[in-house]
């Protein structure tokens, strides 16, 4: 399967790491709005190329992995590369899902391609999750818990604030609530009952620490509704000591089975990842596996990870899938 990478940040970094561990998989060229002469990648075969070139290899790439940004690459991007690529993106704006799944689907459909959005764990891995749980348990209840991990888009906007120099933010569960889920006391909880955040922040010189920590702290759709500590640390701490991009979480389904609903079930699907972004990579190049296989079938138009078989995420032949695995 030969592949393109159309971005090389942090994704598309991790997705080359996975291609490496990958022996039916092949990287053709990495695809960069930069100046290709400054962009070095680990595979030596493979080229480097002006985002504006892509066209030049429409015949040569198999799966194009899309690696840009939610806010407003993937929204223009997805679409317009499925016009002559089988794509793949992980797009995680799960209010605008259905938008960007219906304009995937137009250009990928009318032009015979096949496209798959929101790869990566969630939306993902914790989507499948939630599905078959909820499935399996109709009489039941979902709980989502992110972390503790690096929340890189708060991480972002705390930066942006005057008097920043860096900061990271983890978003942590709340150990009591989900003792209260796994328990299948089916709490109700409120978003602050839920999670709290956790900041770490490098100030320039003789700012105003208190309007710092106050603006972070009351910040609309970030921290407002959530208990916030913020900790201001010097940028030598914070490169030692918050330098990787660590997640994770669990999704839980509690439910109940029996004449009365007499038994308590539970179901929990759990991660915990060293780096977020290429356990994220390492999702997306097996699902482009996936939709590989479904146009060799002739399958087109717009997919998500709800629509593929288990079997088509593995390079492993099916008699052994039977033989070790079920």
């Known amino acids: 399967m030969k592949i393109g990478i159309y971005g090389y940040g942090n994704l ?30 680990l595979t030596p075969e493979a080229e480097v190329v002006k985002t504006d070139r892509v066209l030049e290899y429409k015949d040569k790439i198999d799966v194009m992995i899309i690696c840009g940004g939610s806010a407003t690459d993937l929204p223009e991007m997805t679409p317009e590369l499925a016009k002559n690529f089988n794509v793949i993106d992980s797009f995680d704006t799960h209010a605008k899902i259905p938008e960007h799944f219906a304009n995937v689907n137009k250009t990928a459909t009318e032009n015979g391609n096949i496209a798959l959005i929101s790869a990566g764990w969630d939306p993902g891995m914790f989507s499948v999750n939630r599905l078959m749980a909820s499935a399996i348990l109709p009489a039941g209840k979902d709980y989502t818990f992110w972390g503790r991990g690096v929340s890189q888009g708060h991480s972002d906007a705390i930066r942006r604030i005057d008097g920043v120099l860096d900061a990271r933010q983890y978003t942590c569960p709340v150990e009591e609530a989900m003792n209260k889920v796994r328990a299948g006391e089916n709490p109700e909880l409120t978003t602050r009952e839920k999670h709290t955040r956790e900041c770490f922040v490098v100030a320039e010189e003789g700012a105003d620490l208190e309007r710092i920590k106050n603006e972070i702290v009351t910040m609309p759709n970030y921290f407002a509704d959530y208990d916030t500590t913020v900790t201001f640390i010097s940028q030598e701490e914070l490169n030692l000591n918050h330098k990787g991009i660590p997640h994770g979480g669990s999704v839980i389904r ?7 609903g007499e038994n308590k079930q539970v179901i929990e699907y759990k991660l915990t990842l060293d780096s977020n972004p290429e ?39 099916y008699e052994e899938m039977l033989a070790h695995m079920l």
């Open 12 to 41: 598309g970094k991790g997705v080359e790491c996975a291609i490496k561990q990958n022996s039916d998989v092949e990287l053709v060229a990495v695809f960069t709005r930069r100046d290709p002469a400054t962009v070095k990648i």
């Open 254 to 260: 509690t439910g109940v089975t029996g004449k009365d």
């Open 279 to 317: 356990f994220t990579a390492s999702v997306i190049l097996c699902y482009a596996r996936a939709i590989y296989k479904m146009k060799s079938r002739g399958i087109t138009g717009c997919k998500t990870v709800f629509d593929v078989a288990p079997a088509d995420l593995s390079a492993i032949p």
